[in-house]
Every structure is written in structure tokens, then in C-alpha cells.
């Protein structure tokens, strides 16, 4: 569908793509005016608020807060008839509530610590303080007008919807969250409610809370009397669920408790929810001082590097919470060495083992295919040893038993011719035949020794290799193995339904 031609004055405006649509209207990206977007509202109410947009812009409030989208030009179409405002373009940055949920933190800000969570709630109080300081009341406090971006900047957005005075004509904040929403304008109309800081202050400390608190709402507990408690009647009852006053409520298991904070961050949040703090809630200006001394009093868990907490805290709450919830709230996207209660993390599986380290604690492991001790051969001319001097003695007297041999061997021809037995001159042959053709080498005798141990060895070998654990160590490096394939398969399988929840998370969170 092709957008009508804008103007700033002059000027006309080069519409890019659509970046967001909504009940009142669309915001469309400037291509000639890089960082700004417009505004353009639906015929419908367009002209109700050509006189709210035209006041923001003639204060000047963009000047003033430079992280809120307020209206910075009223643009017009080529009659010059109010159409909608230019604001600042907020880019790169996420709904809060992606930031606050373990699970949506770990995909959009899989890099988050504790620190950078209680820097971001920093950046919201600032921002608070920055918008009130112009004159103007937020009213509409909501996880959709708050975005923070990897670098824990925060910004609002709406800023149009924000309570503005022009002299003495007070243009109003019409709508609000009832989550937001202070006790004592709980189920009234707020149409013709003139919204004070004092209200902001309670929404504020909401949010803070949820942030700090790994998204726990403060209102939300288990209630100890009869019957159910809407979270919008705990809001008006100031039934505060982690108070230490007495509020009927008690906090859900494995939750932050306030003691987990500095006192002075304690100390507000009670003050912020308490029926004896009406109309004077902690301010904006207030909760960045106490903000900024619990980022200094961090101290990092030394189980996990991830896990910041007060330095007063008498334990970890993260690790604690984290034991009770069996998941993490934090990940490391390093994958350096971090402590996670019976196993690590994986981007995209979730909670599981560290399967490159097991691999490669197991495929590290020399396993030998079997057995084998090299018999050298018989090579060369060694050092004569004992046995073989007495050999080359030996070796002297050949000559001497050749002709010994010889002459064994006359006599027993003769003894045969001379009518001795046949058997008798057979054995003195076969003696003077020995003393004849014996061999005169000891190598025989060497390398019979040498057969003989080579022998024993190999024997010995054999024995150590039917008796090794080399087959067992083999088939349970394979049964690991086969198990690790069955948990990766498993992970995945668990990536599957998880990015099936993540597709109607939303929806079913709206619900």
C-alpha cells in the first residue's frame, strides 16, 4: 500500500519501510532523515491530537530528553493538514520484559549479568528522572514503552501518550496498566485523573522490582487468606508479597527476598508500596542514587561469574534460586568455565552437559588397540659377552676335534672288520661322526637362547593380553559415546519445543 506524501514544513519525507503498527496508528522509517521516524495517526483521532503533538513540539521537549522518542517536528500532508510527528528512531533495542525473563534473557541478551541488569534499571531511573524534570508525567507505564539495547541503554517510546501542561492547559495521560497502576487509582477511570510523579514513582518501583527480581511482580503471591487475590486487589489492599510488614500475602518458592539487596534499596521498595508512603513514593532522582550504590557494592559469586549480588547478602541469591529452580538465570555464551548446578549450558539447547569438554576429556584418553612388546632381531657383532668367550674357546679346539673325529671313525671300522658286535662299532661311528660334522660356531647356541626367550615372551605377552581391561575400556568408551549422540538428539529435541513455545510465548503471555 503506498503512503501518503508527508512534509516537515517544506520538506517532503522519504517513507521507508513500516517499522510498527498499533491502535492509533503507524511509524514508518525516514530514508532522507537517517535516526528519525514519523508518526502518522489514524483519521479517526488524528484531529484530537493535533494540539497535544504541536505543544510537545514547541517545548522542546526532544531537547531536553535525549532518550525518549518525544515529538521532535509535526509533519503534515501535501494540504498541509496535521498528520502525525517526526521523533527520534529507536533502533537495536528490546521490550524490557525480554530482558527481565530468564528465558527471553538468554536469547536476546544471552550476554547479561547480574551488573548489567542493575545497570539497566540505573538507565530506567535516570530516564524517569529526565521526563519529569521537563514538567511532563509518564502515566502509561508498561514493558512495551521501555527498551533497552545490548549496550544497557533504555528509552521510551509512546512519549505521545505522556500527561503535558501548555500554560494552563493540562493535556492528559488517558490510559494506563493496571499492573502499573498506584493502589489508589486501582478500577477508576482515568480519563479525567490528572496523573502526579507521585504516580509514576509507584509504576517505577513496579518495574524496578521485576527487573531486579528476575521478573516476579510485587503484588504476586500466595495469599493466606480465604479465597483468591486478584493482583489487581493486592495492588489496592498495598498487600506487598515480600513485605515485612504483615500483608497477608507470601512470596512464591525460589524467589529473591529484599534482605538479597542493600538495606536502602530494601528500604524503598517498602516505602514505594507502603499506604503510609502515598504522595510521597521514592522519586526518580532517589532510586539513581540507591541504584548506583548497589552497582558499586556488587561482588561476584565465586561459583559462577555471571552471579552479582550485595556484598551484605548473606549467600548468593542467584545460586540459590538457581538450585531450586534446577535452570539457570544467567548464561555464558563463552563457554568459559562456569559453575551450573549438575551441568552447563548450551545457546541453543538450553540446560545441559558440556559435551565439546567430555568429548575431549574422552577421545584424550590413549587407549592401546592391544599389547605388543618388539622382540629385536639378531643383528651385528656385539660385545662378546661370557658365553661367548667360552665359545671361541671352543671354537679353538675344532681342528682338534675334526681329526678326533677322523680317527673315531677308523676305529670303529676296525673294530667292525675285527668281529666287534655291529651295534658297538655303530655307536663309536656315530660319536666320531658327531666329533666330525659338529658345528664350530656358538651362534647356534646364542640363537637358541634367543629363540627360547623370544619364546617366553611372546607367551607372556599373550597371557597379559587375554587377562588386559584394554576390551572393557573399549566398549565403555563406546557406550559413552553412544550416549552423548543420544543426549545431543535429546537436546535437539528440546530446541524443537522450545522454539515451538517461544512462537505463541507471546500470545499465550497476553492471555
Same mark, same amino acid.
Given at each position: 500500500?503506498?503512503?501518503? !506524501?508527508?512534509?516537515?514544513?517544506?520538506?517532503?519525507?522519504?517513507?521507508?519501510?513500516?517499522?510498527?503498527?498499533?491502535?492509533?496508528?503507524?511509524?514508518?522509517?525516514?530514508?532522507?532523515?537517517? &535516526?528519525? %521516524?514519523?508518526? $502518522?495517526?489514524?483519521?479517526?483521532?488524528?484531529?484530537?491530537?493535533?494540539?497535544?503533538?504541536?505543544?510537545?513540539?514547541?517545548?522542546?521537549?526532544?531537547?531536553?530528553?535525549?532518550?525518549?522518542?518525544?515529538?521532535?517536528?509535526?509533519?503534515?500532508?501535501?494540504?498541509?493538514?496535521?498528520?502525525?510527528?517526526?521523533?527520534?528512531?529507536?533502533?537495536?533495542?528490546?521490550?524490557?520484559?525480554?530482558?527481565?525473563?530468564?528465558?527471553?534473557?538468554? !536469547?536476546?541478551?544471552?550476554? %547479561?549479568?547480574?551488573?548489567?541488569?542493575?545497570?539497566?534499571?540505573?538507565?530506567?531511573?535516570?530516564?524517569?528522572?529526565?521526563?519529569?524534570?521537563?514538567?511532563?508525567?509518564? &502515566?502509561?507505564?508498561?514493558?512495551?514503552?521501555?527498551?533497552?539495547?545490548?549496550?544497557?541503554?533504555? %528509552?521510551?517510546?509512546?512519549?505521545?501518550?505522556?500527561?503535558?501542561?501548555?500554560?494552563?492547559?493540562?493535556?492528559?495521560?488517558?490510559?494506563?496498566?493496571?499492573? =502499573? *497502576?498506584?493502589?489508589?487509582?486501582?478500577?477508576?477511570?482515568?480519563?479525567?485523573?490528572?496523573?502526579?510523579?507521585?504516580?509514576?514513582?509507584?509504576?517505577?518501583?513496579?518495574?524496578?522490582?521485576?527487573?531486579?527480581?528476575?521478573?516476579?511482580?510485587?503484588?504476586?503471591?500466595?495469599? $493466606?487468606?480465604?479465597?483468591?487475590?486478584?493482583?489487581?486487589?493486592?495492588? #489496592?489492599?498495598?498487600?506487598?508479597?515480600?513485605?515485612?510488614?504483615?500483608?497477608?500475602?507470601? +512470596?512464591?518458592?525460589?524467589?529473591?527476598?529484599?534482605?538479597?539487596? $542493600?538495606?536502602?534499596?530494601?528500604?524503598?521498595?517498602?516505602?514505594?508500596?507502603? +499506604?503510609?508512603?502515598?504522595?510521597?513514593?521514592?522519586?526518580?532522582? *532517589?532510586?539513581?542514587?540507591?541504584?548506583?550504590?548497589?552497582?558499586? #557494592?556488587?561482588?561476584?559469586? @565465586?561459583?559462577? !561469574?555471571?552471579?552479582?549480588?550485595?556484598?551484605?547478602?548473606?549467600?548468593? +541469591?542467584?545460586?540459590?534460586?538457581?538450585?531450586?529452580?534446577?535452570?539457570?538465570?544467567?548464561?555464558?555464551?563463552?563457554?568459559?568455565?562456569?559453575?551450573?548446578?549438575?551441568?552447563?549450558?548450551?545457546?541453543? %539447547?538450553?540446560?545441559?552437559?558440556?559435551?565439546?569438554?567430555?568429548?575431549?576429556?574422552?577421545? /584424550?584418553?590413549?587407549?592401546?588397540?592391544?599389547?605388543?612388546?618388539?622382540?629385536?632381531?639378531?643383528? /651385528?657383532?656385539?660385545?662378546?659377552?661370557? #658365553?661367548?668367550?667360552?665359545?671361541?674357546?671352543?671354537?679353538?679346539?675344532?681342528?682338534?676335534?675334526?681329526?678326533?673325529?677322523?680317527?673315531?671313525?677308523?676305529?670303529?671300522? =676296525?673294530?667292525?672288520? @675285527?668281529?666287534?658286535?655291529?651295534?658297538?662299532?655303530?655307536?663309536?661311528?656315530?660319536?666320531?661322526?658327531?666329533?666330525?660334522?659338529?658345528?664350530?660356531?656358538?651362534?647356534?647356541?646364542?640363537?637358541?637362547?634367543?629363540? !627360547? *626367550?623370544?619364546?617366553?615372551?611372546?607367551?607372556?605377552?599373550?597371557?597379559?593380553?587375554? @587377562?588386559?581391561?584394554?576390551?572393557?575400556?573399549?566398549?565403555?568408551?563406546?557406550?559413552?559415546?553412544?550416549?552423548?549422540?543420544?543426549?545431543?538428539?535429546?537436546?535437539?529435541?528440546? /530446541?524443537?519445543?522450545?522454539?515451538?513455545?517461544?512462537?505463541?510465548?507471546?500470545?499465550?503471555?497476553?492471555?
Amino acid at each position: 500500500m503506498k503512503t501518503a !506524501k508527508l512534509f516537515v514544513g517544506r520538506h517532503e519525507l522519504h517513507i521507508d519501510k513500516r517499522i510498527g503498527k498499533g491502535g492509533e496508528g503507524e511509524v514508518f522509517a525516514i530514508r532522507n532523515m537517517p &535516526g528519525f %521516524a514519523v508518526k $502518522t495517526y489514524l483519521p479517526g483521532i488524528v484531529a484530537e491530537r493535533e494540539k497535544k503533538i504541536r505543544a510537545m513540539v514547541s517545548a522542546r521537549l526532544a531537547d531536553n530528553a535525549s532518550m525518549v522518542a518525544f515529538p521532535h517536528q509535526v509533519a503534515v500532508d501535501g494540504r498541509g493538514i496535521f498528520a502525525g510527528f517526526v521523533m527520534r528512531l529507536v533502533e537495536k533495542h528490546k521490550e524490557i520484559h525480554e530482558l527481565q525473563t530468564p528465558s527471553s534473557r538468554q !536469547k536476546y541478551f544471552p550476554k %547479561a549479568d547480574y551488573a548489567f541488569i542493575v545497570r539497566v534499571a540505573l538507565n530506567i531511573a535516570r530516564v524517569f528522572a529526565q521526563v519529569h524534570a521537563t514538567g511532563c508525567v509518564i &502515566g502509561d507505564i508498561n514493558q512495551r514503552g521501555i527498551l533497552v539495547s545490548p549496550t544497557a541503554t533504555v %528509552a521510551l517510546i509512546d512519549a505521545d501518550s505522556f500527561q503535558v501542561s501548555d500554560g494552563a492547559q493540562r493535556y492528559l495521560c488517558v490510559v494506563g496498566v493496571p499492573e =502499573y *497502576t498506584p493502589p489508589e487509582l486501582q478500577g477508576k477511570s482515568l480519563k479525567a485523573i490528572v496523573r502526579t510523579i507521585d504516580h509514576d514513582a509507584f509504576g517505577l518501583a513496579v518495574c524496578l522490582f521485576q527487573l531486579l527480581c528476575m521478573d516476579r511482580h510485587p503484588f504476586s503471591g500466595r495469599f $493466606t487468606g480465604h479465597g483468591d487475590m486478584p493482583l489487581e486487589k493486592a495492588i #489496592a489492599d498495598y498487600r506487598f508479597a515480600y513485605s515485612s510488614r504483615n500483608t497477608g500475602m507470601v +512470596p512464591p518458592p525460589g524467589t529473591v527476598r529484599l534482605h538479597d539487596f $542493600t538495606p536502602k534499596i530494601a528500604q524503598l521498595f517498602e516505602s514505594a508500596f507502603s +499506604p503510609n508512603h502515598m504522595g510521597k513514593r521514592p522519586s526518580a532522582p *532517589t532510586w539513581v542514587e540507591a541504584l548506583g550504590e548497589l552497582e558499586s #557494592a556488587l561482588r561476584v559469586c @565465586s561459583r559462577n !561469574k555471571l552471579h552479582r549480588y550485595a556484598r551484605n547478602a548473606m549467600e548468593c +541469591p542467584w545460586c540459590r534460586m538457581e538450585n531450586e529452580y534446577g535452570r539457570p538465570l544467567f548464561l555464558d555464551t563463552d563457554l568459559t568455565n562456569v559453575h551450573v548446578p549438575n551441568g552447563r549450558l548450551d545457546p541453543a %539447547a538450553g540446560f545441559v552437559l558440556d559435551i565439546p569438554a567430555l568429548l575431549s576429556a574422552i577421545n /584424550g584418553v590413549s587407549i592401546p588397540s592391544s599389547i605388543s612388546v618388539t622382540i629385536p632381531p639378531v643383528a /651385528g657383532a656385539p660385545l662378546p659377552s661370557q #658365553a661367548a668367550s667360552e665359545a671361541l674357546s671352543q671354537k679353538r679346539l675344532g681342528p682338534l676335534a675334526k681329526i678326533a673325529g677322523v680317527g673315531v671313525m677308523f676305529g670303529a671300522a =676296525y673294530a667292525f672288520a @675285527s668281529g666287534v658286535p655291529g651295534i658297538v662299532a655303530l655307536g663309536i661311528a656315530a660319536f666320531g661322526g658327531w666329533l666330525l660334522f659338529r658345528s664350530s660356531s656358538p651362534a647356534e647356541s646364542l640363537l637358541a637362547e634367543h629363540r !627360547k *626367550t623370544a619364546s617366553a615372551l611372546s607367551s607372556r605377552v599373550e597371557q597379559l593380553q587375554r @587377562s588386559s581391561p584394554i576390551e572393557q575400556v573399549l566398549r565403555k568408551k563406546a557406550e559413552a559415546l553412544d550416549a552423548i549422540d543420544e543426549f545431543k538428539q535429546l537436546a535437539s529435541a528440546f /530446541g524443537n519445543v522450545r522454539n515451538e513455545y517461544e512462537k505463541h510465548r507471546r500470545q499465550k503471555q497476553l492471555a
